[in-house]
């Protein structure tokens, strides 16, 4: 590769999220506030640059055996939007390979990393291949995602004309049964559309959680505690990085009928988490709808080219959903909208030290276990 690898701190970290999330290709998991989080939990932020590509890794060194494992979320990022095949990814592969052995010279055994890059990118692929990557199951809940491609002049009218017939029926339904958008976001500014929030965030994501718990229930995952997720939330909220919409019913003091978590980041707004009240969707079918249409109305005031509606893959398929599968209706309606399946390359791995990551994995296991006997987390 022809830009040099080095890594980053102090001052040199100041444009760190300028090119890392705001930038086209950009990830919030990338972030110094990702990092921040991160290293709350034990984890050593290792900042990495090859020209314009960034890498955000997070080490964590095993128990008694020295060495460690690294992460690389949804990394490395570089400009352009390599999930689109615009060609991009030939310099994240090549920067991901220079950054799996500087950090093998460091000590550290194996490299996971997710960059979004395209399915189809060989150059990319052909890149990991050469260097001893391999294939392995998605760190993140998915691999895939649905895209929805915005206009330059953010015609909102012409995107909602576009949006299927039933699905913008929910949309204005809901909105005269009097269903308000309370908007949570440090970059607020007046748009039509949202209330003013009354209370402070923490309270308003403490409860989010509570409602993606209960979804989790019904689906079949199982979350974090909840002290970590709000922590990481709030700390993206302060950064810019997220926004929060919930719905309420009546007004902004109303009962509240589901919330949608979303990050701004690589000149998109992604759905990162969304939820609503399961026994309040008969009284409002329209809840989710309105609060995926107010999150299309966001980006397209900031001018964003894609409003990105997250992932419905089938776990252990990595393919669009079938009718009869758990996340078919969901993939349905995000297509309502107009998203469209975008296929990644998925995660990818690279062992430096077999014997010494098999320790590593073992006494992490044991550390674990011990920490479980003794009413540890």
Do not use: N
């Amino acid at each position: 590769m022809t830009a040099v690898l080095r890594e980053l701190a102090d001052a040199e970290l100041v444009g760190w999220d300028a090119a890392a999330v705001d930038a086209p290709g950009g990830h919030v998991f990338q972030s110094r506030a990702w990092a921040a989080h991160r290293a709350s939990g034990g984890w050593q932020p290792r900042f990495l640059a090859a020209g314009d590509v960034r890498a955000l890794a997070l080490v964590r060194p095993w128990p008694l055996v020295g060495g460690g494992s690294a992460y690389l979320p949804r990394g490395p990022v570089g400009p352009g939007t390599p999930w689109t095949g615009d060609g991009s990814g030939a310099a994240i592969g090549e920067t991901l390979v220079a950054a799996a052995r500087y950090l093998a010279s460091a000590g550290v055994d194996v490299v996971a990393a997710d960059a979004e890059v395209a399915a189809g990118d060989t150059a990319y692929l052909a890149a990991l291949g050469a260097a001893g990557f391999h294939p392995i199951p998605e760190i993140q809940p998915s691999r895939h995602r649905t895209s929805l491609a915005l206009p330059a002049d953010g015609d909102a009218a012409g995107v909602l004309a576009s949006v299927a017939k039933s699905t913008r029926q929910r949309i204005r339904q809901a909105e005269r049964d009097g269903v308000v958008v309370v908007r949570h976001d440090a970059r607020a500014s007046e748009l039509d559309g949202f209330t003013a929030s009354t209370e402070a965030a923490d309270l308003a994501l403490r409860r989010f959680y509570a409602l993606l718990e209960a979804t989790g229930e019904r689906r079949g995952f199982v979350l974090g505690g909840v002290a970590g997720y709000v922590a990481w939330w709030l700390r993206a909220l302060d950064a810019g990085h997220l926004v929060y919409l919930e719905a309420r019913e009546g007004g902004v003091a109303g009962p509240v009928l589901g919330g949608l978590v979303l990050y701004r980041h690589g000149r998109r707004l992604s759905t990162a988490h969304s939820a609503d009240v399961a026994d309040r969707r008969r009284d409002h079918p329209g809840t989710m709808h309105l609060l995926r249409w107010r999150a299309i109305q966001l980006a397209l005031a900031e001018r964003r080219p894609e409003m990105d509606l997250g992932g419905v893959d089938v776990a252990g398929a990595r393919r669009p959903p079938q009718p009869g599968e758990p996340t078919f209706g969901l993939y349905e309606h995000k297509r309502s909208f107009g998203a469209l399946w975008v296929e990644l390359a998925g995660a990818q791995e690279r062992v430096a030290s077999p014997a010494r990551y098999a320790a590593g994995r073992a006494t992490t296991k044991l550390a674990r276990a011990m920490g479980r006997g003794r009413g540890g987390a």
